[in-house]
Nanobody
Framework: QVEVVESGGGLVQAGGSLRLSCVASGYIFRLNTMGWYRQAPGKEREWVASQSSGDYTLYHDSVKCRFTISRDNGKTTLYLQMNSLKAEDTAVYYC????????WGQGTQVPVSS
């Protein structure tokens, strides 16, 4: 069974920081580009950032210079350091490969108060 478990969310004030974690099962993690996605209330899920197995990173324009994605292949864990949070970052955050190989997890909620 291929699965992911996200954690680290919680209520934060605008301007604050959070670090999200995603523990993934199996060999899929080590071989693939991993990404963070988010779904804001009433909106479609959107891609936020991704990191290849070779550590190349990409970011959505809305989070550039504020969010940092990283991974630990030994622990099959993906991280997202979120700084300077804004109210518009409020969403449930998920992780998956760029091809969506994993069953979506439950995500971790990040409410940002303004």
């Amino acid at each position: 069974q291929v699965e992911v478990v996200e954690s680290g969310g919680g209520l934060v004030q605008a301007g604050g920081s959070l670090r999200l974690s995603c523990v993934a099962s199996g060999y899929i993690f080590r071989l693939n580009t991993m990404g963070w996605y988010r779904q804001a209330p009433g909106k479609e899920r959107e891609w936020v950032a991704s990191q290849s197995s070779g550590d190349y990173t990409l970011y959505h324009d809305s989070v550039k210079c504020r969010f940092t994605i990283s991974r630990d292949n030994g622990k099959t864990t993906l991280y997202l350091q979120m700084n300077s949070l804004k109210a518009e970052d409020t969403a449930v955050y998920y992780c998956n490969t760029n091809r969506l190989d994993y069953t979506w997890g439950q995500g971790t909620q990040v409410p940002v108060s303004s």
